[in-house]
């Protein structure tokens, strides 16, 4: 999963590449620069392509490395885990690769349903989900969905979650346009009572979030990741989220519904 998951980000370096040499090329044969300055800003347009190929290149790096890894399904039960690594998948709408830290394959969290007239945006900038009205499932390796969330609303994300067969679990609740430098929001029980507050980095997503009790949830810190762990995960950008196991199981569904939608919106440096 993670080899194919660097084959795919390879794919699509090597598209948006191509993409941009060909509009760059036909842009300075259209225009046909005849000074230095001209050429030099001719030349610019084609500097993204750089990036791209960057990219396609430490991805096949990266894939060489690990190819012959295996990758096994996970057994846990990603409820009753005290611990998650989220990798952001190279996909054209937004989804999530969830393992274990060692490498086991958990789960995957992807775009159930979604208005067609929204498709364009999205596929522009994955973040603008928080605009449109959406329904996100967490599938595991076998198949389950564990858990769905349903968002609405504009100047306020309301996410409803559900747990297996459908099973309200509670909701998230995040203000929008507030600040870029915090995201703020909030946990709610089936009865609308507010379980804890929300508060994480709007540059790094970093969060720590204890209850009215003084009762850890979780923790997240951008950048760290256990060392003897990076020979399967390659990369700079590997997003471990610790979480308390001794969550009663709706709680634990309503933190992962939450955790999911924040990073299925979060954006990063993959």
């Known amino acids: 999963m993670i080899a194919s998951m660097y084959k795919r980000r390879e794919k699509v370096a090597c598209i948006v590449f191509l993409s941009i040499v060909l509009l760059g090329g036909g842009f300075i044969v ?79 969290v992807h775009l159930k349903q979604l208005p067609w007239w929204a498709y364009p945006v999205i596929l522009y900038k994955s973040s603008s989900i928080t605009f449109f009205p959406i329904e996100m499932v967490f599938t595991s390796s076998k198949g389950d969905v564990v858990f769905s969330c349903i968002r609405k609303g504009f100047k306020q994300s309301v996410v409803e979650i559900f747990g297996p067969g459908g099973k309200p679990a509670g909701s998230y609740i995040q203000e929008e346009f507030k600040s870029i430098v915090n995201i703020k929001g909030e946990l709610r029980d089936n009865e609308g009572a507010t379980l804890l507050k929300v ?51 709706q709680h634990k569904i309503l933190l992962l519904g939450m955790v999911a939608y924040m990073f299925l919106n979060r954006n990063s440096g993959e």
């Open 30 to 108: 259209i225009t046909k620069p005849d000074s230095a300055k001209q050429w030099m800003e001719s030349v610019l347009v084609l500097a993204p392509a750089l990036l791209m190929l960057g990219m396609a290149v430490a991805s096949r790096r990266n894939y060489n490395k690990v190819k012959d890894a295996e990758i096994p399904e996970s057994k846990a039960d990603i409820v009753g885990l005290n611990h998650i690594v989220i990798k952001k998948d190279a996909a054209w709408l937004p989804r999530l690769l969830v393992f274990e830290k060692t490498g086991s394959f958990i789960g995957t």
């Open 199 to 249: 508060k994480s980095s709007g540059f790094t997503g970093d969060f720590t979030l204890y209850d009215g009790e003084g009762r850890l949830w979780a923790h997240f810190y951008s950048g760290r990741f256990p060392h003897e762990y990076t020979t399967i995960f390659r990369d700079v950008y590997n997003d471990m989220v610790e979480m308390s196991d001794r969550l009663s199981e």
